[in-house]
Protein backbone atom coordinates (compact mmCIF):
# COMPACT_ATOMS: atom_id res chain seq x y z
CA UNK A 1 0.00 0.00 0.00
CA UNK A 2 2.85 2.34 0.63
CA UNK A 3 4.75 1.32 -2.30
CA UNK A 4 1.31 2.19 -4.31
CA UNK A 5 1.33 5.54 -2.66
CA UNK A 6 4.94 6.23 -3.86
CA UNK A 7 4.63 5.34 -7.27
CA UNK A 8 1.37 7.63 -7.48
CA UNK A 9 3.09 10.54 -6.00
CA UNK A 10 6.59 9.94 -8.58
CA UNK A 11 4.15 9.85 -11.39
CA UNK A 12 2.34 13.13 -10.59
CA UNK A 13 5.43 14.91 -10.45
CA UNK A 14 6.65 13.42 -13.62
CA UNK A 15 3.39 14.70 -15.55
CA UNK A 16 3.95 18.05 -13.31
CA UNK A 17 7.36 18.65 -14.49
CA UNK A 18 6.28 17.79 -18.67
CA UNK A 19 3.44 20.30 -18.23
CA UNK A 20 5.85 22.89 -17.52
CA UNK A 21 8.91 21.83 -19.82
CA UNK A 22 7.00 20.48 -22.96
CA UNK A 23 4.80 23.87 -23.51
CA UNK A 24 7.92 26.16 -23.47
CA UNK A 25 9.42 24.32 -26.31
CA UNK A 26 6.36 24.46 -28.13
CA UNK A 27 6.11 27.98 -27.91
CA UNK A 28 9.26 28.53 -29.54
CA UNK A 29 8.15 26.34 -32.15
CA UNK A 30 6.83 28.44 -35.57
CA UNK A 31 6.26 27.39 -38.96
CA UNK A 32 5.09 30.26 -42.16
CA UNK A 33 2.30 28.68 -44.16
CA UNK A 34 2.05 29.65 -47.65
CA UNK A 35 -1.36 30.16 -48.91
CA UNK A 36 -2.96 30.83 -52.56
CA UNK A 37 -3.03 34.98 -53.68
CA UNK A 38 -0.19 36.11 -51.89
CA UNK A 39 -1.52 35.35 -48.53
CA UNK A 40 0.66 33.62 -45.85
CA UNK A 41 0.18 33.39 -42.18
CA UNK A 42 2.30 33.24 -39.15
CA UNK A 43 1.34 29.96 -36.37
CA UNK A 44 3.29 27.89 -34.24
CA UNK A 45 3.75 24.05 -34.43
CA UNK A 46 2.66 22.26 -31.86
CA UNK A 47 3.96 18.09 -31.40
CA UNK A 48 0.58 15.70 -30.87
CA UNK A 49 1.06 12.45 -28.95
CA UNK A 50 0.60 9.48 -32.30
CA UNK A 51 0.54 5.98 -31.90
CA UNK A 52 2.24 5.87 -35.29
CA UNK A 53 5.92 5.67 -36.24
CA UNK A 54 5.44 9.85 -37.46
CA UNK A 55 4.33 12.43 -35.02
CA UNK A 56 1.44 14.75 -35.85
CA UNK A 57 0.97 18.47 -35.51
CA UNK A 58 -1.49 20.85 -34.74
CA UNK A 59 -0.75 24.75 -36.25
CA UNK A 60 -2.36 27.32 -33.86
CA UNK A 61 -2.65 30.48 -36.18
CA UNK A 62 -1.86 33.75 -34.70
CA UNK A 63 -2.81 36.14 -37.67
CA UNK A 64 -2.72 37.02 -41.10
CA UNK A 65 0.22 39.03 -42.87
CA UNK A 66 -0.34 42.60 -44.62
CA UNK A 67 -1.10 41.91 -48.42
CA UNK A 68 1.50 43.47 -51.08
CA UNK A 69 1.34 44.91 -54.27
CA UNK A 70 4.29 46.39 -56.73
CA UNK A 71 4.33 49.32 -58.44
CA UNK A 72 5.88 49.84 -61.19
CA UNK A 73 6.81 53.87 -62.51
CA UNK A 74 8.71 55.01 -65.43
CA UNK A 75 8.07 58.13 -67.57
CA UNK A 76 8.78 59.21 -71.66
CA UNK A 77 11.71 61.48 -72.72
CA UNK A 78 11.08 65.29 -71.54
CA UNK A 79 10.72 64.52 -67.79
CA UNK A 80 10.94 62.04 -65.01
CA UNK A 81 9.16 60.83 -61.43
CA UNK A 82 10.68 62.25 -58.94
CA UNK A 83 8.58 61.14 -55.80
CA UNK A 84 8.89 58.26 -55.04
CA UNK A 85 11.23 57.77 -58.15
CA UNK A 86 11.06 55.34 -61.04
CA UNK A 87 11.27 51.82 -60.94
CA UNK A 88 9.44 48.97 -59.08
CA UNK A 89 8.07 49.23 -55.36
CA UNK A 90 6.66 47.51 -52.51
CA UNK A 91 3.47 48.33 -50.78
CA UNK A 92 1.11 47.31 -47.91
CA UNK A 93 -2.76 47.47 -49.26
CA UNK A 94 -4.51 50.55 -49.49
CA UNK A 95 -1.26 52.59 -48.75
CA UNK A 96 -1.57 55.48 -50.12
CA UNK A 97 1.33 56.50 -52.78
CA UNK A 98 2.59 60.43 -53.35
CA UNK A 99 3.62 60.97 -56.93
CA UNK A 100 5.38 63.96 -58.25
CA UNK A 101 6.93 64.80 -61.76
CA UNK A 102 9.21 67.20 -63.17
CA UNK A 103 9.51 68.32 -66.37
CA UNK A 104 12.85 69.19 -68.44
CA UNK A 105 13.26 72.59 -69.66
CA UNK A 106 11.10 72.95 -72.91
CA UNK A 107 8.87 70.05 -71.72
CA UNK A 108 5.77 69.85 -70.20
CA UNK A 109 4.23 67.23 -68.35
CA UNK A 110 0.77 65.70 -70.11
CA UNK A 111 -1.13 63.15 -68.35
CA UNK A 112 -0.58 59.58 -66.23
CA UNK A 113 -1.04 56.61 -68.17
CA UNK A 114 -1.53 52.80 -67.01
CA UNK A 115 -3.40 51.42 -64.00
CA UNK A 116 -4.95 55.10 -63.19
CA UNK A 117 -7.95 53.68 -61.45
CA UNK A 118 -7.15 55.01 -58.23
CA UNK A 119 -5.50 58.10 -59.52
CA UNK A 120 -6.29 60.89 -57.29
CA UNK A 121 -5.86 63.49 -60.33
CA UNK A 122 -4.15 64.18 -63.83
CA UNK A 123 -1.69 66.50 -62.08
CA UNK A 124 1.99 66.94 -61.49
CA UNK A 125 1.66 66.28 -57.99
CA UNK A 126 -0.89 63.74 -57.00
CA UNK A 127 -1.63 60.40 -55.22
CA UNK A 128 -2.60 56.73 -56.17
CA UNK A 129 -4.03 54.27 -53.42
CA UNK A 130 -2.95 50.78 -53.83
CA UNK A 131 -5.62 48.25 -54.30
CA UNK A 132 -3.58 46.04 -56.49
CA UNK A 133 -0.51 45.41 -58.52
CA UNK A 134 -0.02 48.64 -61.03
CA UNK A 135 1.79 49.80 -63.52
CA UNK A 136 1.69 53.64 -64.80
CA UNK A 137 3.73 56.06 -66.73
CA UNK A 138 4.19 59.70 -66.89
CA UNK A 139 3.90 61.02 -70.24
CA UNK A 140 5.48 64.34 -71.47
CA UNK A 141 5.86 66.27 -74.55
CA UNK A 142 7.61 68.90 -76.01
CA UNK A 143 6.67 72.65 -75.75
CA UNK A 144 5.77 74.75 -78.79
CA UNK A 145 8.53 76.95 -79.86
CA UNK A 146 7.65 80.60 -78.16
CA UNK A 147 8.38 84.09 -79.57
CA UNK A 148 11.48 85.59 -78.79
CA UNK A 149 11.00 87.59 -75.26
CA UNK A 150 8.30 86.43 -74.52
CA UNK A 151 8.31 87.37 -70.66
CA UNK A 152 7.89 90.78 -72.47
CA UNK A 153 6.78 93.39 -69.52
CA UNK A 154 8.39 91.31 -66.38
CA UNK A 155 11.58 91.53 -68.89
CA UNK A 156 10.84 95.19 -68.83
CA UNK A 157 9.96 95.86 -65.16
CA UNK A 158 12.75 93.74 -64.13
CA UNK A 159 15.65 95.08 -66.52
CA UNK A 160 16.74 91.15 -67.12
CA UNK A 161 15.01 88.00 -68.35
CA UNK A 162 17.31 85.93 -65.61
CA UNK A 163 15.33 87.80 -62.61
CA UNK A 164 14.33 85.22 -60.02
CA UNK A 165 10.58 86.83 -60.18
CA UNK A 166 10.58 85.68 -64.32
CA UNK A 167 11.75 82.62 -63.76
CA UNK A 168 9.19 81.84 -61.26
CA UNK A 169 6.78 83.12 -63.70
CA UNK A 170 7.67 80.94 -66.58
CA UNK A 171 7.76 77.20 -64.34
CA UNK A 172 4.30 78.57 -63.82
CA UNK A 173 3.56 79.55 -67.61
CA UNK A 174 5.09 76.00 -67.96
CA UNK A 175 2.92 73.72 -66.03
CA UNK A 176 -0.19 75.55 -65.65
CA UNK A 177 -1.16 78.09 -69.08
CA UNK A 178 0.58 76.00 -71.95
CA UNK A 179 -0.74 72.70 -70.54
CA UNK A 180 -4.85 73.30 -71.02
CA UNK A 181 -6.24 74.90 -73.83
CA UNK A 182 -7.53 77.89 -71.74
CA UNK A 183 -3.75 78.66 -71.03
CA UNK A 184 -2.59 78.28 -74.10
CA UNK A 185 -5.26 80.76 -75.25
CA UNK A 186 -4.27 83.42 -72.40
CA UNK A 187 -0.63 83.31 -73.36
CA UNK A 188 -1.25 83.78 -76.66
CA UNK A 189 -3.03 87.35 -76.48
CA UNK A 190 -0.12 87.91 -73.28
CA UNK A 191 2.15 87.60 -76.76
CA UNK A 192 -0.13 89.59 -78.82
CA UNK A 193 -0.90 92.59 -76.54
CA UNK A 194 2.27 92.96 -74.51
CA UNK A 195 5.22 93.75 -76.57
CA UNK A 196 3.80 97.20 -77.28
CA UNK A 197 3.47 97.68 -73.37
CA UNK A 198 6.86 96.43 -72.86
CA UNK A 199 8.09 98.89 -75.03
CA UNK A 200 5.95 101.95 -73.28
CA UNK A 201 7.76 100.38 -69.92
CA UNK A 202 11.36 100.85 -71.56
CA UNK A 203 11.00 104.28 -72.56
CA UNK A 204 8.84 105.21 -69.41
CA UNK A 205 11.69 104.10 -66.68
CA UNK A 206 9.70 105.66 -63.84
CA UNK A 207 6.82 103.25 -64.36
CA UNK A 208 9.24 100.79 -63.66
CA UNK A 209 8.83 100.93 -59.73
CA UNK A 210 4.92 100.81 -60.08
CA UNK A 211 4.44 97.58 -62.56
CA UNK A 212 7.02 95.44 -60.14
CA UNK A 213 4.86 96.56 -57.32
CA UNK A 214 1.69 95.13 -59.55
CA UNK A 215 3.46 92.04 -60.80
CA UNK A 216 3.86 91.23 -56.95
CA UNK A 217 0.58 89.26 -56.50
CA UNK A 218 1.00 87.16 -59.53
CA UNK A 219 4.50 86.37 -58.69
CA UNK A 220 3.47 85.35 -54.95
CA UNK A 221 0.87 83.28 -56.37
CA UNK A 222 2.36 81.57 -59.22
CA UNK A 223 5.01 80.97 -55.65
CA UNK A 224 2.20 79.51 -54.15
CA UNK A 225 0.43 77.26 -56.75
CA UNK A 226 4.06 75.52 -57.45
CA UNK A 227 4.57 74.43 -53.76
CA UNK A 228 1.29 73.26 -52.63
CA UNK A 229 -1.47 70.41 -52.62
CA UNK A 230 -3.80 69.66 -55.54
CA UNK A 231 -6.56 70.90 -54.71
CA UNK A 232 -4.76 74.40 -53.40
CA UNK A 233 -3.19 74.79 -57.16
CA UNK A 234 -6.87 74.25 -58.32
CA UNK A 235 -8.03 76.80 -56.21
CA UNK A 236 -5.09 79.23 -56.63
CA UNK A 237 -5.10 78.76 -60.53
CA UNK A 238 -8.64 79.59 -60.98
CA UNK A 239 -7.58 82.79 -59.22
CA UNK A 240 -4.73 83.47 -60.85
CA UNK A 241 -6.93 82.52 -64.63
CA UNK A 242 -9.78 85.07 -63.46
CA UNK A 243 -6.93 87.56 -63.10
CA UNK A 244 -5.56 86.93 -65.99
CA UNK A 245 -8.34 87.49 -67.98
CA UNK A 246 -8.92 90.58 -65.81
CA UNK A 247 -5.62 92.05 -66.81
CA UNK A 248 -6.08 91.07 -70.68
CA UNK A 249 -8.96 93.04 -70.92
CA UNK A 250 -7.24 96.24 -69.36
CA UNK A 251 -3.95 95.96 -71.65
CA UNK A 252 -6.45 95.25 -74.84
CA UNK A 253 -8.27 98.38 -74.25
CA UNK A 254 -4.97 100.11 -73.42
CA UNK A 255 -3.69 98.74 -76.37
CA UNK A 256 -6.89 100.44 -78.43
CA UNK A 257 -6.09 103.99 -76.92
CA UNK A 258 -2.50 103.84 -77.40
CA UNK A 259 0.47 104.96 -75.84
CA UNK A 260 -0.74 108.91 -75.34
CA UNK A 261 -3.34 107.39 -73.17
CA UNK A 262 -1.11 107.23 -70.07
Given at each position: ?????????A?V?????C???L??????A???V???D?????????PM???????EY???????A????T???????GG???T???GT???????V?D??V??E???KFV?W??D?G???????S?????N????I????????????N????A????G??MA???????EF????L??NT??????NI???????????II??P??K?????G??????MST????TT??E?M????????VAVI?????T????RG?D??
Amino acid sequence: MKNSKIMLLALVYIALVCSLILPASVMEASETVSLPDDHSIQGQVTPMVSMGAEPEYAIWILGEAALQYTLTIGSTGGGSVTTPGEGTFVYNEGTVVDLVVKAETDYKFVRWAGDIGTLECQCHSTTITMNGNYTIMANFEKLPPLPPNTCFIATAAYGTPMAEEIQILREFRDEYLLSNTLGRALVNIYYNVSPSIAEFIIEHPRLKPIVKVGLLPVVAMSTAVVNTTPAEKMAITSLLVLVAVIVTIWATKWRGRGPDYI
